[in-house]
T-cell receptor
Framework: DTEVTQTPKHLVMGMTNKKSLKCEQH?????MYWYKQKAKKPPELMFVYSYEKLSINESVPSRFSPECPNSSLLNLHLHALQPEDSALYLC???????????FGPGTRLTVL | GNSVTQMEGPVTLSEEAFLTINCTYTATGYPSLFWYVQYPGEGLQLLLKATKADDKGSNKGFEATYRKETTSFHLEKGSVQVSDSAVYFCALSEDPGAGSYQLTFGKGTKLSVIP
């Protein structure tokens, strides 16, 4: 089983709202990732967690705040977003940082 | 730095046609190579992978061979179906020296298969 789940599937939010995206995997993977994908572009890496510790932050604005409460769960907290933040947000996981990444279905975010 | 170049799309084929999507890469060491597929409105799915030279990855009728001498990982399928219509991403994974293997993606190739 190589399933990564993400909720919600779609999210519409205003620029003053606070919302969270959730990602879950039960494969025992110890690395988890957040990517942002704009239309007709490849995914761009935002954050990497390894063994529940943030190991990479690709210069992402502070209005995006990741959290890894346990080894199966990864959250992305959103606050004061801009319309240009509208995109597909993808979560991925891998057994550790050197192995194949498996992606979730994504959350389609629209910021009004 | 690492980079992946894949053929520009879109590619439009008739059902049962032969598919080739070219992918070449630049890397400093010995990367692992991947093809991911993204169906409309969905996330990325791993299609196949190869971790060393001359390895052939295969899945669902798709194949790609890791060619170190030509730094290529071309995707092929002998007979495409309408259900293969999607965007295909070639990617590599290599440790840039910081102990973290990150994926480097190509720009993606959109395939449309018509009946």
């Amino acid at each position: 089983d190589t399933e990564v789940t993400q909720t919600p599937k779609h999210l519409v939010m205003g620029m003053t709202n606070k919302k969270s995206l959730k990602c879950e995997q039960h494969m025992g993977h110890r690395a988890m990732y957040w990517y942002k994908q704009k239309a007709k572009k490849p995914p761009e890496l935002m954050f990497v967690y390894s063994y529940e510790k943030l190991s990479i932050n690709e210069s992402v604005p502070s209005r995006f705040s990741p959290e890894c409460p346990n080894s199966s769960l990864l959250n992305l907290h959103l606050h004061a977003l801009q319309p240009e933040d509208s995109a597909l947000y993808l979560c991925a996981s891998s057994p550790d940082r050197i192995h194949t990444q498996y992606f979730g279905p994504g959350t389609r975010l629209t910021v009004l | 730095g690492n980079s992946v170049t894949q053929m520009e799309g879109p590619v439009t084929l008739s059902e049962e046609a032969f598919l080739t999507i070219n992918c070449t890469y630049t890397a400093t060491g010995y990367p692992s190579l991947f093809w991911y597929v993204q169906y409309p409105g969905e996330g990325l799915q791993l299609l196949l992978k190869a971790t060393k030279a001359d390895d052939k990855g295969s899945n669902k009728g798709f194949e790609a061979t890791y060619r170190k001498e030509t730094t290529s990982f071309h995707l092929e399928k002998g007979s495409v179906q309408v259900s293969d219509s999607a965007v295909y991403f070639c990617a590599l994974s290599e440790d840039p020296g910081a102990g973290s293997y990150q994926l480097t993606f190509g720009k993606g190739t959109k395939l449309s298969v018509i009946p």
